[in-house]
């Protein structure tokens, strides 16, 4: 089964940090694009961060750039989003998705595999 799946979401005070992971099973991640989305709440999802696919290239959203940075092992099939300084708007439900052919696309019908979501609650 071709898959994405993301861990290591929670609860933080603000200020807190975390790492998400997103491992992928069934294919390799080597040649895709990563991007890491979010949703809050009444929001549309929205792209916070991508990473080309050999690492060489990053982009991050204005409201988190400076705080969380991406990454990836491809040895390990996997991709990593460090979130620092964490604010109560970071509060969302984060997903991991994969593309081969749009790059650093703003759009979710761009991605061809998605994570099932892990939720991220920035209270105190």
């Known amino acids: 089964q071709l898959q994405l799946v993301e861990s290591g979401g929670g609860l933080v005070q603000p200020g807190g940090s975390l790492r998400l992971s997103c491992a992928a099973s069934?294919?390799?991640?080597?040649?895709?694009?990563i991007a890491w989305f979010r949703q809050a709440p009444g929001k549309e999802r929205e792209r916070i961060s991508c990473?080309?696919?050999?690492?060489?290239?990053?982009n991050y959203a204005d409201s988190v750039k400076g705080r969380f940075t991406i990454s990836r092992d491809n040895a390990k099939n996997t991709a990593y989003l460090q979130m620092n300084n964490l604010k109560p708007d970071d509060t969302a439900v984060y997903y991991c998705?994969?593309?081969?052919?749009?790059?650093?696309?703003?759009?979710?019908?761009?991605?061809?595999?998605w994570g099932q979501g892990t939720q991220v609650t920035v209270s105190s």
């Open positions: 998705a994969a593309n081969l052919y749009y790059g650093c696309s703003d759009y979710v019908r761009s991605y061809q595999y």
């Open positions: 069934g294919f390799t991640l080597d040649y895709y694009t």
């Open positions: 990473i080309s696919g050999t690492g060489g290239s990053t």
